[in-house]
Nanobody
Framework: QVQLVESGGGLVQAGGSLRLSCAASGSIFSPNDMGWYRRAPGKQRELVATITSGDSTNYADSVKGRFTISRDNAKNTVYLQMNSLKPEDTAVYYC????????????WGQGTQVTVSS
């Protein structure tokens, strides 16, 4: 089993910045990818950004140029630096870890609220 604990959410004004962190613990295998997803009120959960254990990244078009995902493999921690935040970034942000090989499995954190005021 893998446990994911997010931190860093909060309330910020439009144009501001926040940094989310997610620490993973338990039985973690490589290769894997870690990522951030979000669910805005009344909408489905959507991908924000992912990063593999080899540091390959992928971003949603809506956050490219504003958000940066990174990871510290030694600490099994993934970060999401969010700059130039917009009210439409308001959502619950979820951390995710996916084993890409044996033994498989996808794991989710409990979520952290990000609210951007206009």
């Amino acid at each position: 089993q893998v446990q994911l604990v997010e931190s860093g959410g909060g309330l910020v004004q439009a144009g501001g910045s926040l940094r989310l962190s997610c620490a993973a613990s338990g039985s973690i295998f490589s290769p894997n990818d870690m990522g951030w997803y979000r669910r805005a009120p009344g909408k489905q959960r959507e991908l924000v950004a992912t990063i593999t254990s080899g540091d390959s990244t992928n971003y949603a078009d809506s956050v490219k140029g504003r958000f940066t995902i990174s990871r510290d493999n030694a600490k099994n921690t993934v970060y999401l630096q969010m700059n130039s935040l917009k009210p439409e970034d308001t959502a619950v942000y979820y951390c995710n870890l996916r084993h890409l090989g044996f033994p498989g499995g996808t794991y989710w954190g409990q979520g952290t609220q990000v609210t951007v005021s206009s």
